[in-house]
């Protein structure tokens, strides 16, 4: 089988893509082969030489570089199936698509368009879960409509900025709603850039401004009394996963907890710093409670009509043991310290038969698809 990597790309996180498709490429069974797209920062796509590959082999610390040959530039056909990827005039031949890409124009259903415009098998999420859960106040409406508690917060578009005295009053009703310390984040960001804490209002106003570098519209969260911060992995096709089939079954794996040593888990704590975070695996919590992590997870994945995989995160309020929902990320990072791989493999599912279980099931979904009546 010959599977695309493709990585990079123009977001605020194109240096993650470089480390987790570095471990995907290396992880997939050497009966395939592998080939590498990567994106640069201007959007352009270009297909990298198999030394490349080799390279990221041959070391399991090596990070995954973008070589800018314009002779290499790789286009794509309309409908083209398994020839829809073009590189110096040849279709490279490629029977699925594992895109390793981050935050924006990766996991905000833009290039999951462009791989059903091409029509071609990818793993992860369709355009419009991934343009949902990209968007963290239209996932929040979507669980909330179906009774999932999610953390309080109030939405500012950048329109509210613009009027002094609508902006003056939003902030004072902000306060009043949620009161201090308060999370403000961009909506549609990931890898919490442009997030910040906020314990005053001089503070918020900052927070505020730096949350709009990064979009348009912003969340302002609830910051919950000293919350523990559980995740879970979750995979499978969520609108169909027919009994009969195990790849497409939606399975949620061990819950585990990030206990920060920053403020919180920022950026830095995340990818930067190898003592930024604990990562517990399992999560420390009763068997109760760690199956209605998983049952939950679960039920957030399936209303969003999620496929492939995702992390849905979620907030224990220590002093109330409330569990709130906080988001869902469809492409999670796959770095060596990332807990989405490190949940699967703790419930048996090692790293290279979860490459394999994401492959199969893009490809299961896809044949499924394409049984469909697409005219008359």
């Known amino acids: 089988m010959n599977i695309a990597v493709i990585y990079g790309g123009r977001s605020g996180e194109h240096e993650v893509s470089l480390i987790s498709a570095a471990a995907i490429a290396s992880n997939i069974k050497k009966e395939n082969k592998v080939i590498l797209i990567g994106i640069g ?24 570089t973008i070589k800018e040959d314009e002779s290499k530039a790789v286009s794509i056909i309309p409908a083209g199936k398994k020839n829809a990827f073009v590189a110096g005039g040849k279709p490279l031949d490629i029977d699925v698509v594992f895109p390793a890409l981050h935050g924006t124009y990766g996991e905000d259903g833009t290039i999951q368009g462009l791989f059903e415009m091409a029509d071609i098998p990818y793993v992860g999420c369709t355009p419009l879960a991934s ?18 508690p999610v953390v309080p917060y109030v939405c500012i578009k950048r329109s509210v900025v613009l009027d ?3 902006y003056d009053a939003v902030i004072e009703e902000t306060e009043k709603e949620l009161g201090y310390p308060m999370f403000v984040k961009p909506c549609c960001a990931g890898s919490s850039n442009g997030a910040s804490k906020a314990k005053d209002r001089k503070e918020l106003q900052f927070a505020i401004m730096e949350a709009f570098n990064w979009d348009d519209k912003i969340l302002v969260e609830k910051a919950l ?18 009994a009969d089939s195990d790849v497409e079954d939606v399975v949620a794996y061990i819950p585990g ?19 930024g975070a604990n990562l517990l695996v399992p999560a420390e919590l009763s068997e109760n409670d760690l199956e209605k992590i998983r049952k939950t997870a679960c039920a957030a994945y399936k209303v969003l009509d999620a496929t492939g995989l995702s992390r849905v995160d979620f907030f224990i309020d220590r002093d109330t043991k409330a569990v709130y929902l906080n988001e869902i990320n469809t492409m999670p990072g796959f770095t060596q310290i990332s807990m989405f791989p490190k949940m699967c493999d703790a419930a048996g599912l090692k790293f290279p038969e979860l490459i394999d279980l994401l492959i199969e099931e893009a490809i299961a979904r896809y044949e499924t698809k394409s049984k469909l009546s697409t005219s008359r």
């Open 131 to 148: 343009a949902l859960t990209m968007d963290k106040e239209k996932t929040k409406l979507i669980w909330q409509s179906v009774g999932l």
């Open 225 to 242: 009394n000293n919350a523990r911060e559980i995740e879970c992995s979750v995979t499978g096709n969520s609108v169909t996963y027919p």
């Open 41 to 64: 920062k201007d959007g352009k796509w270009y297909l990298q030489p198999e030394s490349e590959y080799e390279r990221i082999c041959k070391d399991s610390k090596a990070i995954l």
């Open 164 to 166: 002094s005295v609508v």
């Open 257 to 275: 907890e990030i206990v920060p040593n920053h403020d919180f888990y920022d950026f830095d704590a995340k990818y930067n710093d190898p003592d």
